[in-house]
């Protein structure tokens, strides 16, 4: 069972604008993770963000977290071609990581 | 340093064929999991691994997959016989501990991508 939402389920924007994911999760967790996949390749961890902290930053990528909402945020600033991909959210619960549904993002030049 | 190696990257079999799909961790990576990712889903664990023993195979349909993880380095899912609903994507990932404090990064090889006719 995947518990993360991600939000939307597909994103497109011109090169250059920001993009914001957001994903929600049900139950208590120790990180989230987020993950990107490109078009048939594996998936690349890029950012961790532990449930005591609210907010990781990463060259161009923003991470928040509220655990009060159990949601979370992705931010990609000055998004570039190379940015297209799926992206998923991770939650690290006491045994496992369990992935979402994953939002698709596409960067239009 | 080389990544999580998989192999096959593709396989095509008839149903009740049996496949075997193969997987070299990163070294020195202690944790190694199987995942199974279906069209447009995010991965869903199968199993992991803490060096040889499987420590969580809960999700793992065990009436025709299995698994090994020999001398704690390389690991080998096997289906047996394959149905229809077993195509899809399955990812192998390392990580050197799940319990070490920053050891949590999982790195993910590129996949085999099964079909099943």
């Known amino acids: 069972s995947q518990q993360g939402e991600e939000d939307p389920q597909a994103l497109s924007i011109q090169e250059g604008e920001n993009a914001t994911m957001n994903c929600s999760y049900k139950t208590s967790i120790n990180n989230l993770q987020w993950y990107r996949q490109n078009s048939g390749r594996g998936l690349v961890h890029l950012i961790l963000i532990r449930s005591n902290e609210r907010e990781k930053h990463s060259g161009r990528l923003r991470v928040t977290l509220d655990t009060s909402k159990k949601s979370s945020s992705l931010l990609i600033t000055a998004s570039r071609a190379a940015d297209t991909a799926s992206y998923f959210c991770?939650?690290?619960?006491?045994?496992?990581?369990?992935f979402g549904q994953g939002t698709r993002l596409t960067i239009n030049p | 340093e080389a990544g999580v190696v998989q192999s096959p990257r593709y396989k095509i079999i008839e149903k009740k064929q049996p496949v075997a799909f193969w997987c070299n961790p990163i070294?020195?990576?202690?944790?190694l999991y199987w995942y199974r990712q279906n069209l447009g889903q995010g991965p869903e664990l199968l199993i992991r691994y803490e060096n040889e023993e499987a420590v969580d195979d809960s999700q793992l349909p065990k009436d025709r997959f299995s698994a090994e993880r020999l001398k704690g380095v390389d690991s080998t899912l096997k289906i047996q016989p394959a149905e229809l609903g077993d195509s899809a994507v399955y990812l192998c990932a390392s990580s050197f501990s799940t319990w070490v404090y920053d050891g949590e990064t999982q790195y993910f090889g590129p996949g085999t991508r099964l079909l099943v006719l």
């Open positions: 070294s020195g990576h202690n944790t």
């Open positions: 991770a939650t690290r619960g006491a045994q496992k990581l369990v």
